[in-house]
């Protein structure tokens, strides 16, 4: 998978995307990043990217010839899809990250200033996504976590898809908790379950972590989550336990 930065801050996109799981992806040849310096793409005497917005207003406004011009210097490969950072977008979730995942370019346009000129934003862009709701300085960290978020579910960037299948908000639920060595730490024993060795008892332990975990940090999730019918007893007999306290995260 092709990822293509669209940025007046190259060198930030590349410090973070050429180090770690993603740098060795992209050695081996699973990812391919490429940066494009949207001043390089200015067609004027002194290399500007912005000017004042019309109407007035405070900040600088990136003005639509560089952007354009970067955008269309980019080669486009397979299913190809342009993506704005902006706190305007879709709310970036594992959901759109699994369907973003399916292209073969994502091409990513950052911003900076006060935003970005409205008509290089309908002359190039197919999607606005957002991170979160709060605006940060440019689109680069958000360009940084999408790339991130996405690229882990690339067949052969994570040794496996059981590597990213458990982790939270897979499958709508938060992951269950995790343990290594030493089996006691502080006086803390890892849970004895987990030392069991019986493969299916533990699976079931996990699912009831993984509800219990929900319910407690995030039952917004819950109310979405796709639940089997064990899980709806599961909870339902919690709710009745709650009441004398102790004995759900048994067994
Ligand atoms: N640019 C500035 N803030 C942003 C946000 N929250 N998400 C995506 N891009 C942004």
Redesign the pocket.
């Known amino acids: 998978m092709r990822f293509d930065v669209l940025t007046l801050f190259p060198d930030m996109m590349r410090a973070v995307l050429e180090e770690s799981i993603l740098g060795r992806a992209a050695e081996k040849g699973i990812l391919e990043f490429s940066y494009t310096n949207i001043r390089d793409y200015a067609q004027n005497k002194h290399k500007k990217v912005d000017d004042y917005a019309y109407g007035g207003g405070t900040g600088l406004v990136m003005a639509p010839q560089p952007i354009v011009s970067a955008h269309e210097s980019i080669p486009k490969r397979g299913r190809s899809l342009t993506v704005y ?3 305007q ?1 879709k709310v970036l979730s594992q959901q759109l990250a699994k369907e973003l995942a399916a292209y073969d370019q994502l091409i990513l346009l950052c ?1 900076h200033y006060e935003g970005v000129d409205e008509r290089a934003i309908e002359e190039v862009v197919d999607l606005e ?11 680069e960290i ?1 360009a940084m976590a999408l790339i991130d978020c996405v690229a882990r579910m690339v067949d052969g960037v994570l040794p496996n898809s059981d590597a990213y299948s458990n982790d939270s908000h897979y499958n709508g639920l938060l992951e269950y908790p995790q343990y290594t060595r030493p089996p006691e730490f502080r006086g803390k024993a890892v849970p004895e379950i987990l030392l069991s060795g019986h493969h299916a008892n533990i699976q079931k332990w996990q699912r009831k972590q993984s509800l219990y975990r929900t319910w407690k940090k995030r039952p917004d999730m819950l109310r979405r989550a796709d639940l089997e019918e064990a899980d709806k007893a599961y909870l339902a007999l919690y709710k009745g336990k709650k009441r004398n306290r102790g004995g759900f995260l048994d067994g």
Do not use: E, F, N
């Open positions: 950072l902006s706190p977008g911003g996504v957002s991170i979160g709701d709060y605006v940060l300085t440019g689109g958000p």
